[in-house]
Protein backbone atom coordinates (compact mmCIF):
# COMPACT_ATOMS: atom_id res chain seq x y z
CA UNK A 1 0.00 0.00 0.00
CA UNK A 2 1.60 3.18 -1.11
CA UNK A 3 2.24 5.68 1.79
CA UNK A 4 2.19 9.52 1.61
CA UNK A 5 3.73 12.24 3.83
CA UNK A 6 2.78 15.70 3.46
CA UNK A 7 5.14 18.99 4.40
CA UNK A 8 5.71 22.55 4.06
CA UNK A 9 2.47 23.49 6.04
CA UNK A 10 3.17 26.97 8.20
CA UNK A 11 1.55 29.93 9.11
CA UNK A 12 1.29 32.72 6.24
CA UNK A 13 -0.41 35.93 5.75
CA UNK A 14 -3.74 36.89 3.90
CA UNK A 15 -2.66 37.32 0.69
CA UNK A 16 0.82 35.19 0.52
CA UNK A 17 1.57 32.09 -1.25
CA UNK A 18 2.77 28.93 0.06
CA UNK A 19 3.93 25.77 -1.44
CA UNK A 20 3.47 21.96 -0.10
CA UNK A 21 4.95 19.02 -0.63
CA UNK A 22 3.74 14.87 -0.83
CA UNK A 23 5.85 12.47 -1.17
CA UNK A 24 4.87 9.11 -2.51
CA UNK A 25 6.37 5.96 -0.99
CA UNK A 26 6.40 4.05 -4.54
CA UNK A 27 6.25 5.60 -8.22
CA UNK A 28 2.69 6.59 -9.36
CA UNK A 29 0.76 7.31 -12.24
CA UNK A 30 -2.44 7.53 -11.05
CA UNK A 31 -4.69 10.69 -10.47
CA UNK A 32 -3.32 12.21 -7.24
CA UNK A 33 -5.04 14.78 -5.06
CA UNK A 34 -4.89 17.10 -2.22
CA UNK A 35 -7.65 17.26 0.14
CA UNK A 36 -7.92 19.43 3.55
CA UNK A 37 -10.17 19.11 6.70
CA UNK A 38 -10.50 22.77 8.54
CA UNK A 39 -11.40 22.46 11.80
CA UNK A 40 -14.61 20.72 13.01
CA UNK A 41 -15.53 19.97 8.98
CA UNK A 42 -14.73 16.82 7.11
CA UNK A 43 -11.98 16.44 5.23
CA UNK A 44 -12.51 17.80 1.32
CA UNK A 45 -10.99 17.53 -1.98
CA UNK A 46 -9.61 20.81 -3.38
CA UNK A 47 -7.33 19.97 -6.17
CA UNK A 48 -6.12 17.42 -8.03
CA UNK A 49 -3.70 16.06 -11.45
CA UNK A 50 -4.52 13.42 -13.61
CA UNK A 51 -2.28 10.36 -14.60
CA UNK A 52 -1.75 12.85 -17.75
CA UNK A 53 -0.64 15.57 -16.12
CA UNK A 54 -3.95 17.45 -16.13
CA UNK A 55 -4.69 19.87 -13.43
CA UNK A 56 -8.20 20.88 -11.85
CA UNK A 57 -9.48 21.99 -8.73
CA UNK A 58 -13.15 23.07 -7.06
CA UNK A 59 -14.12 26.13 -7.08
CA UNK A 60 -13.32 27.78 -4.01
CA UNK A 61 -9.50 27.47 -4.97
CA UNK A 62 -9.62 27.69 -8.55
CA UNK A 63 -6.99 29.98 -10.09
CA UNK A 64 -5.02 30.39 -6.86
CA UNK A 65 -3.99 26.07 -6.41
CA UNK A 66 -2.63 24.54 -9.00
CA UNK A 67 -0.27 21.04 -8.94
CA UNK A 68 2.72 19.78 -10.36
CA UNK A 69 4.27 16.12 -10.43
CA UNK A 70 8.08 15.39 -10.10
CA UNK A 71 7.96 11.64 -11.30
CA UNK A 72 11.66 11.10 -10.30
CA UNK A 73 11.28 12.08 -6.99
CA UNK A 74 7.64 10.70 -6.40
CA UNK A 75 6.95 14.08 -5.25
CA UNK A 76 3.73 15.80 -6.01
CA UNK A 77 3.61 19.91 -5.17
CA UNK A 78 0.68 22.23 -4.43
CA UNK A 79 0.92 25.65 -4.81
CA UNK A 80 -1.40 27.79 -3.06
CA UNK A 81 -1.29 31.81 -4.11
CA UNK A 82 -3.30 34.83 -2.56
CA UNK A 83 -4.16 32.32 0.80
CA UNK A 84 -7.57 33.43 2.45
CA UNK A 85 -8.17 32.85 6.08
CA UNK A 86 -10.97 30.14 4.87
CA UNK A 87 -7.67 27.68 3.73
CA UNK A 88 -6.31 27.36 7.50
CA UNK A 89 -6.49 23.57 7.75
CA UNK A 90 -4.55 20.14 7.72
CA UNK A 91 -3.49 19.32 4.49
CA UNK A 92 -3.01 15.72 3.12
CA UNK A 93 -2.90 13.85 0.14
CA UNK A 94 -3.96 10.91 -1.29
CA UNK A 95 -4.78 8.59 -4.37
CA UNK A 96 -8.28 9.36 -5.96
CA UNK A 97 -10.38 7.47 -4.57
CA UNK A 98 -8.70 8.12 -1.05
CA UNK A 99 -7.15 4.49 0.17
CA UNK A 100 -7.77 4.33 4.11
CA UNK A 101 -4.30 3.03 4.76
CA UNK A 102 -2.55 5.63 2.69
CA UNK A 103 -2.99 8.56 4.51
CA UNK A 104 -0.25 10.60 5.80
CA UNK A 105 -0.04 12.93 9.08
CA UNK A 106 -1.08 15.86 7.28
CA UNK A 107 0.75 19.54 7.01
CA UNK A 108 -1.09 22.26 8.90
CA UNK A 109 -1.70 25.50 7.38
CA UNK A 110 -2.77 28.37 9.21
CA UNK A 111 -3.48 31.46 7.42
CA UNK A 112 -3.48 34.58 9.70
CA UNK A 113 -2.39 37.72 9.86
Known amino acids: QVQFMESGGTMVQPGGSLTLSCAAS??????IGWYRQAPGEQRQLVAWITDEDFVNSVDVVKGRFTLTRDRAKKTVYLQMNNLKRDDTAVYYC?????????WGQGTQVTVSS
Open 26 to 31: ESLFEM
Open 94 to 102: NLIPPQPKS
